[in-house]
């Protein structure tokens, strides 16, 4: 009689620990790829329920935050542009992707390949790279960025940190 209660209290909280984690699955939703986004146009990403496509983390700003779409319009989301460099570059499609960057100066999506690039901020993977819409002073163009992304010369790479931080 005792081991059947004790059998009947374990499967309750086994099952009430289940329907939990059941719940809090269901409610996320987490976001990490989007399909048919034929137009190829920036789409809107509800922050704290969108993942990076790189490194898996949630998307909670815009600040930094990029988009790839395919060619066939699937598009993918990330938190540091640097970490979406780093992506795209094992894709096979890396020539025929569409780029969006968010810019920090007009708080808009602009295409990242016409984007000017900071190296010394403070991202969420460290990289360092912002993006905006108009030149100033010290911003590179998109391919330098790229090339400095691959080649490690970033902020996560502390000699490169080192030297870009004494220069400011």
Known sequence: MKSLKAILIITGITLLIITIFVSLADRQHMVTLKTDNLEKKPLPIVLHHYQDSDCGMVI??????????????????FHDHGGMVSWLNRKSFKNEAILWVYAKDSKKWIDAKKAYYSRDEETPMHYGFGAYEHQ????????????????????ANPTIRKQLLKGA
């Not at 100033?136 to 902020?155: A, P, V, Y």
Request: glycine share 6%; hydrophobic share 40%; aromatic share 10%.
């Open 60 to 77: 909670d700003s815009l600040e930094y935050a990029s988009q790839i779409i395919a060619p066939n319009g699937n598009t993918w989301f």
């Open 136 to 155: 100033k002073e010290n911003l590179i163009d998109f391919k330098t960025m790229e090339l400095h992304m691959l080649r490690g010369e970033h902020m």
